[in-house]
């Protein structure tokens, strides 16, 4: 049974960097894709990207210009780096387990972490 | 870009049938995926690939798609049912996942 937590800076500054961790447990972080999806207070959920052990990412076009996945195989966890945050970056952060099947992403997501909540205030 | 589109609440008494739409264009072509979310809880795969429920999920959800709406059912609604609800694709022009604007189920 997978699971998944993430980690990381509760509170930021305008124009500091969100850095977020998501460990895996249970599971070879080589085995499939992951994904970052988030929710802002009021709102519905966002995906942000995916990424595979490879270094193969797909980031949605709303954020590609910020936004960076990493793998990190030998702590079987993996990150998120979005520099330049504004109060619009306020939002339950989740990492995901992509569906994969023989190697390629089925795009949607069988295991969820419980969300960490990350506030951008000055 | 490609939306989905959900009504912002449903709202119905234990025991009842939920309905909850997911508009999207031509949508009956894709795989579409539903999940639950509820306060302070990991979100959790109700049904993918349009009808198919993941272990755990009960038998009274269920998942279906024609034309241009997805339904989620949810047959006997129970107080545990109340959640957010959100329906979810893959868009393959654009290679992104898209996600619904989510459907609250209230249980009177």
């Known amino acids: 049974q997978v699971q998944l937590q993430e980690s990381g800076p509760r509170l930021l500054k305008p124009s500091e960097t969100l850095s977020l961790t998501c460990n895996v447990s249970g599971d070879s972080i080589k085995t499939f894709y992951w994904s970052w999806i988030r929710q802002s207070p009021g709102k519905g959920l966002e995906w942000m990207g995916n990424i595979h052990y490879s270094g193969r990412t797909n980031y949605n076009s709303s954020l590609k210009s910020r936004l960076t996945l990493s793998v990190d195989t030998s702590e079987n966890q993996f990150s998120l780096h979005l520099p330049f945050v504004t109060a619009a970056d306020t939002a339950i952060y989740y990492c995901?387990?992509?569906?994969?099947?023989?190697?390629?992403?089925?795009?949607?997501?069988?295991?969820w972490g419980q969300g960490i909540l990350v506030t951008v205030s000055s | 870009s490609y939306a989905l589109t959900q009504p912002p609440s449903v709202s119905l008494a234990p025991g009842e049938t939920a309905r909850i739409s997911c508009v999207g264009f031509n949508i009956e072509t894709k795989d579409v995926q539903w999940y639950q979310v509820k306060p302070g809880q990991a979100p959790v795969l109700a049904i993918y690939e349009n009808n198919n429920r993941p272990s755990g999920i009960p038998e009274r959800f269920s998942g279906s798609s024609s034309g241009n709406t997805a339904t989620l059912t949810i047959s006997g609604v129970e107080a545990g049912d109340e959640a957010d609800y959100y329906c979810q694709v893959w868009e393959n022009i654009s290679d992104h996942v898209v996600f619904g604007g989510g459907t609250k189920l209230t249980v009177l």
């Open positions: 995901a387990r992509v569906k994969t099947w023989f190697g390629e992403s089925r795009n949607w997501f069988d295991s």
